[in-house]
């Protein structure tokens, strides 16, 4: 019997830590980093999420620990990745941006895949489909390029939203994961409008119907939510990725937080039903499989 645990545990360590490995080459693809710091970014991740689970008495993986391990391997990567010359830059690779890019369209949704593209352009974003092209902003300025998010406290956001939503919604509803009434955080607008905050709030609607779209060519009129933040503003959630859980919103996992600290202070939160809303200044979000 103990023989079996051990064996379990050790299956468990080796999952969370090949999770983690995949995740780090994943955000550093050109392998900049040492071997050492890979080594500790894992370390301190399988330590973290290993005290957790062993708390709560599970021996094997959720999807939310599965997306713990790509949010924080995202992150204490990045921070650690060599940063480009120049003057600081709002986002990074692989963050989710919403690009000017002209026409009948206006703003497409995308990727951000490189930087500083021959010393002139600061981003270079893969759009999604049906665009499915890269293009080149020309300047790191709101006007054109800004965080992808839930759209709802400024000046076009049902146009922002519409541009951003996925085909795939369009054609037909998925199984959503949260229901009316239930506590959860949305990636929004900080009070700059430059970077992206978590902010508690409540879902109002699920497959929300969006009047302003009724009639569109282009077929379907509705998005995954509508929420209504604490702070008293309703935002349109186009895609799943940009919720969560309220619980995982005990968002102090930084270059200055121990991660098992942060682990552990997030777990207490959510079990005193406690809803923290902490902003975060990060341009990216997790990204969840909901």
Do not use: N
């Not at 709802?152 to 939203?161: I, K, L, P």
């Not at 949260?178 to 902010?199: H, L, M």
């Not at 309703?234 to 098992?260: G, K, S």
Request: glycine share 8%; proline share 5%; charged share 25%.
């Amino acid at each position: 019997m103990i023989d079996s645990t051990e064996d379990a545990h050790r299956a468990l360590l080796g999952r969370i830590e090949v999770l983690s490995r995949a995740g780090i080459a994943s955000c550093d693809p050109q392998g900049q980093l040492s071997r050492t710091t890979t080594d500790v970014i894992v370390q301190v991740l399988v330590e973290a999420l290993y005290d957790v689970l062993m708390m709560d008495g599970r021996e094997q993986l959720s999807e939310d620990d599965c997306a713990y391990i790509r949010e924080m391997t995202r992150r204490l990567t990045k921070d650690r990745l060599p940063k480009p010359s120049g003057s600081s830059k709002r986002f990074c690779m692989s963050d989710r941006v919403v690009c000017c890019v002209g026409g009948e369209r206006g703003w497409a949704a995308g990727t951000v895949q490189a930087l500083d593209q021959d010393g002139v352009f600061p981003y270079v974003v893969k759009l999604d489909p049906p665009e499915t092209r890269l293009v080149s902003v020309p300047t790191d300025t709101s006007e054109q390029v800004r965080a992808e998010l839930c759209f709802g406290q400024r000046a076009g956001a049902v146009h922002f939203t519409r541009m951003c939503l996925p085909k795939a919604l369009r054609q037909k509803r998925r199984t959503l994961r949260f229901a009316v009434g239930e506590r959860v955080a949305c990636a929004v607008e900080d009070a700059t409008s430059e970077y992206s905050d978590w902010s508690a709030g409540t879902v109002l609607a699920v497959h929300y119907t969006v009047k302003e779209w009724e009639g569109f060519p282009e077929g379907g009129s509705t998005v995954p939510y509508q929420v209504g933040l604490d702070a008293g503003d309703i935002v349109l959630v186009h895609v799943r990725r940009l919720l969560r859980p309220i619980e995982l919103h005990c968002d102090r996992l930084t270059r200055h937080a121990p991660a098992a600290c942060a682990a552990r202070r997030a777990l207490a939160y959510q079990r005193a039903g406690t809803a923290a809303d902490w902003p975060t200044r990060w341009c990216g979000w997790i990204t969840l499989p909901w």
